[in-house]
Nanobody
Framework: QVQLVESGGGLVQPGGSLKLSCAAS????????ISWYRQAPGSEREDIAT????????AYAHSVRGRFSASRDDDKKTVTLEMNSLKPEDTGVYYC??????????WGQGTQVTVSS
């Protein structure tokens, strides 16, 4: 059974940092790139970061480039998203999943990030 479990969200002030984690199970994790997605209130879910197999390649949306960093641990089947210099517009529910071009799996519950003073 495929499972994606996101954690680490919370309330943080602008300029602060958070580290999100995604624990995966039920599929051959190391064979797939993994993406982080964000769904802001009233908006569609957008992909913001992707880490390739082996973790050697990463890609970021313009809105988070230079502030967010994605990495993976294939032994633990986890992906992390380190978020720095957070802005109010980073507020939303964050999810991990396969890249859309591959075909997403069943979504997890996500983790809420709120950036507010």
């Amino acid at each position: 059974q495929v499972q994606l479990v996101e954690s680490g969200g919370g309330l943080v002030q602008p300029g602060g940092s958070l580290k999100l984690s995604c624990a995966a199970s039920g599929f051959p994790f190391s064979r797939y790139a993994i993406s982080w997605y964000r769904q802001a209130p009233g908006s569609e879910r957008e992909d913001i970061a992707t880490v390739g197999t082996t973790g050697s390649a990463t890609a970021y949306a313009h809105s988070v480039r230079g502030r967010f960093s994605a990495s993976r641990d294939d032994d633990k089947k986890t992906v992390t998203l380190e978020m720095n210099s957070l802005k109010p517009e980073d507020t939303g529910v964050y999810y991990c999943n396969l890249p859309r071009v591959i075909g997403v799996l069943e979504w997890g519950q996500g983790t809420q990030v709120t950036v507010s003073s």
